[in-house]
Nanobody
């Protein structure tokens, strides 16, 4: 069974920074893409940033230049460094990974990020 454990998140003032981490455990032979998504109250879950197995990154326009996604394959961990946070970044953040073991797509538990103005 594959589990993703998320750490980080919390309350920060506008302009502040936070770092999220998501570590995979369990029987996974290979991990492919990793990513972060977020869901604000009353909104759908949207992609924030993704990183491929080769290190190619993609970002939502709203976070470009402020957020950085990275991965440590040896630790099977994905990170999201969030700088210059804005109140509109407030949401529950979820990590996602795709891998070689069923069910092939894995989600971590959500972590609340709240940015006060």
């Amino acid at each position: 069974q594959v589990q993703l454990v998320v750490s980080g998140g919390g309350l920060v003032r506008s302009g502040g920074s936070l770092r999220l981490s998501c570590a995979a455990s369990g029987n996974i032979f290979s991990i492919y893409a990793m990513g972060w998504y977020r869901q604000a109250p009353g909104e759908q879950r949207d992609v924030v940033a993704t990183i491929s197995s080769g290190g190619t990154t993609n970002y939502a326009d709203s976070v470009k230049g402020r957020f950085t996604i990275s991965r440590d394959n040896a630790k099977r961990t994905v990170y999201l460094q969030m700088n210059s946070l804005k109140p509109e970044d407030t949401a529950v953040y979820y990590c996602h990974m795709s891998g070689s073991s069923r069910p092939y797509n894995y989600w971590g538990q959500g972590t609340q990020v709240t940015v006060s103005s």
